[in-house]
Nanobody, 116 residues
Framework: VQLVESGGGLVQAGGSLRLSCAAS????????ISWFRQAPGKEREGVAT????????YADSVKGRFVVSRDNANKNMVDLQMNSLKPEDTAVYYC??????????WGQGTQVTVSS
């Protein structure tokens, strides 16, 4: 099983980035997919989740700015559209796939840096 994040980079405050998480070895449709982030010196925190039914949930800090979605063309891909980025959004962003059976997988992370 492998999860690979992509799309990170350097962007100015107010800009946008789109992260993608691609999975191999599992059927993404059967998993709840979450995005987490970890800034230097801080604990990893949940950012957004999309469940197997398509329901979504967001951290208060990103509500109205981030959108998590399943890729219609690729069922093993989940995207995180990040708009109106702020310097405090700077972190390594991780993709997580989990289901009730206990299966729990992580990607290696992708760096997002927002300059002021």
């Amino acid at each position: 099983v492998q999860l690979v994040e992509s799309g990170g980079g350097l962007v100015q405050a107010g800009g946008s980035l789109r992260l993608s998480c691609a999975a191999s070895g599992i059927s993404f449709e059967r998993y709840g997919i979450s995005w987490f982030r970890q800034a230097p010196g801080k604990e990893r925190e949940g950012v957004a989740t999309i469940n197997s039914a398509g329901g979504t949930n967001y951290a208060d800090s990103v509500k109205g700015r981030f959108v998590v979605s399943r890729d219609n063309a690729n069922k093993n891909m989940v995207d995180l559209q990040m708009n109106s980025l702020k310097p405090e959004d700077t972190a390594v962003y991780y993709c997580n796939a989990r289901r009730y059976s206990g299966d729990n997988y992580w990607g290696q992370g992708t760096q997002v840096t927002v300059s002021s």
